[in-house]
């Protein structure tokens, strides 16, 4: 079974600087079917990137993926206050297991 | 505009049932599989189950920690996705959310409703 490893558990950034936020599978994730969800409080998860690295609708261009097999990121350039939320790494396809990693909770201060 | 409306939830007891629907619109439903998501008070996200189109005899796959509780269906003449669950445990109480998958080949869950509380407790 996939297990989704995400790093850090939190980070705290301000204004205008660049996060950086990592996702380890446990087995190559084939296809690159990995996808990135950002979560803010008491709302349900937006899907921000899928296949690794293709933007979702209405996602800005701030925000980027990128990685295969089994080492995944998303970067966040230029970080504006409303991005502060949890974000989480998932892998996805036909068949499952479907797991979500931990999350990493970011925070502009 | 893409919408899923999810109802039903609230408080059962332990060992209880309820039953969850999902009403989608603005999008062809037949076409889509159906997912269901979970998050307990405080923590992630975890998958609990899938069903698939018509065109894929509404196949249905479920998460270890709800198989043979829990059950999902479908009604495409109305876009609606149901979450049957059964033998509810504490550790069931979550937000539980339906999510539509994307078509090929990127089935990843691009819409989601805005979640059903559901508490187990006596």
């Known amino acids: 079974e996939i297990v989704l490893t995400q790093s850090p558990v939190t980070l705290s950034l301000s204004p205008g600087e660049r996060a950086t936020l990592s996702c380890r599978a446990s087995?190559?994730?084939?296809?690159?079917?990995l996808a990135w969800y950002q979560q803010k409080p008491g709302r349900a998860p937006r899907l921000l990137i899928y296949g690794a690295s293709t933007r979702a609708t209405d996602t800005p261009d701030r925000f980027s993926g990128s990685g295969s097999g089994t080492d995944f990121t998303l970067t966040i350039n230029r970080l504006e206050p409303e991005d502060s939320a949890v974000y989480y790494c998932?892998?996805?396809?036909?068949?499952?297991?479907?797991?979500f990693g931990q999350g990493t909770k970011l925070e502009i201060k | 505009e893409i919408q899923l409306v999810e109802s039903g939830g609230g408080l059962v007891q332990p060992g209880g049932s309820l039953r969850l629907s999902c009403v989608g619109s603005g999008f062809t439903f037949s076409d889509h599989y159906m997912d269901w998501v979970r998050q307990a008070p405080g923590k992630g996200l975890e998958w609990i189950g899938r069903i698939r189109n018509k065109a894929n005899s509404y196949f249905r796959e479920y998460a270890a920690s709800v198989k043979g509780r829990f059950s999902i269906s479908r009604d495409d003449s109305k876009s609606s996705v149901y979450l049957q669950m059964d033998s509810l445990k504490i550790d069931d109480t979550a937000v539980y959310y339906c999510a539509r998958v994307q078509l090929v080949p990127h089935r990843t869950l691009d819409y989601w409703g805005q979640g059903s509380l559901v508490t187990v407790s006596s």
């Open positions: 998932k892998r996805y396809g036909l068949s499952p297991p479907f797991p």
């Open positions: 087995q190559d994730i084939s296809g690159n079917y």
